[in-house]
C-alpha cells in the first residue's frame, strides 16, 4: 500500500530559527513528490521535486528529494510568524489516473 | 480567473439527511478529485474522475457518489449524512497525463461539513 509518512507531527519554534521537516514515502510507480502549505483554507502549492538531489528553493524554503532514500526534506532559515502552517507531503504515482498520496502534516508554529 | 469553485463553505447535517457539495473548474483540466481532511490529519480521497464520464473510489469512498458529466462539473452526494462524516471537504482538479501532468494539484477553499 502507498504510504506518505512526515515527521515530527508539529513543531513550535521561535522565529528566526531554522526548521526542517521530513518526509518519507513509500509508493509504487513514483513520478514526484510535492510540498504544500495550508494556512486557514485550501492547500497551496510550493514545490514539485522529481529528480534526486537537486535542491529546489523559493525565498528562505528549499526543499531536496532521496529517491534512493526514499524521503525529502523541507527546510525553512529565518523562519517568521506567517511560516505558521501546516506543511503537506504529497507523492505523485503513475497508474490509471494521477493521483496524489498525502501524509498527515507537520503543523509547524513560529512563536516571537 | 476563478480555478476551483466550491459550495457551500459551511454546512450543517442532521444524521440521515443528504446532501450534494458542488465543484466547478474553469481551467478545462481533465481530472478532478475529492478529497476529505479530518482535524489534525491529511487529505484523504474519496472519488477522483479522469474525464466526463469516468469516475473512480479513492480510499475513503463508502457513504458517498460522484457524477461527472461534464468536464467542468464534479459533485459529490452523501446520501444518508452520518456523523463519521464532519470533515472538510476539499475539490481538486489537475493537467491530464497528455499536458505532461506534474501532479500539482488546484484546491478549491473546502467546504466544512458538521453532521450532528
Known amino acids: 500500500e502507498d504510504k506518505v509518512v512526515q515527521s515530527p507531527l508539529s513543531l513550535v519554534v521561535h522565529e528566526g530559527d531554522t526548521v526542517t521537516l521530513n518526509c518519507s514515502y513509500e509508493?509504487?510507480?513514483?513520478?514526484?513528490l510535492l510540498w504544500y502549505k495550508q494556512e486557514k483554507k485550501a492547500p497551496t502549492f510550493l514545490f514539485m521535486l522529481?529528480?534526486?538531489?537537486i535542491e529546489k528553493k523559493s525565498g528562505r524554503l528549499s526543499s531536496i528529494l532521496d529517491k534512493k532514500e526514499l524521503f525529502s526534506i523541507l527546510n525553512i532559515t529565518a523562519t517568521q510568524t506567517g511560516d505558521s502552517a501546516i506543511y503537506l507531503c504529497?507523492?505523485?504515482?503513475?497508474?490509471?489516473?494521477?493521483?496524489?498520496?498525502f501524509g498527515t502534516g507537520t503543523r509547524l508554529q513560529v512563536t516571537l | 480567473n476563478a480555478g476551483v469553485t466550491q459550495t457551500p463553505k459551511f454546512r450543517i447535517l442532521k444524521i440521515g439527511q443528504s446532501m450534494t457539495l458542488q465543484c466547478t473548474q474553469d481551467?478545462?483540466?481533465?481530472?478532478m478529485y475529492w478529497y476529505r481532511q479530518d482535524p489534525g490529519m491529511g487529505l484523504k480521497l474519496i472519488y477522483y474522475?479522469?474525464?466526463?464520464?469516468?469516475?473512480d473510489k479513492g480510499e475513503v469512498p463508502n457513504g458517498y457518489n460522484v457524477s461527472r458529466s461534464t468536464t467542468e462539473d464534479f459533485p459529490l452526494r452523501l446520501e444518508l449524512a452520518a456523523p463519521s462524516q464532519t470533515s472538510v471537504y476539499f475539490c481538486?482538479?489537475?493537467?491530464?497525463?497528455?499536458?505532461?501532468?506534474?501532479?500539482?494539484?488546484?484546491f478549491g477553499e473546502g467546504s466544512r461539513l458538521t453532521v450532528l
Open positions: 481538486a482538479s489537475s493537467y491530464g497525463a497528455w499536458r505532461g501532468n506534474t501532479g500539482e494539484l488546484f
Open positions: 509508493v509504487t510507480n513514483f513520478r514526484s
Open positions: 522529481t529528480s534526486s538531489g
Open positions: 504529497a507523492v505523485h504515482f503513475t497508474g490509471t489516473a494521477s493521483k496524489l498520496t
Open positions: 481551467m478545462n483540466h481533465n481530472y
Open positions: 474522475s479522469v474525464g466526463a464520464g469516468i469516475t
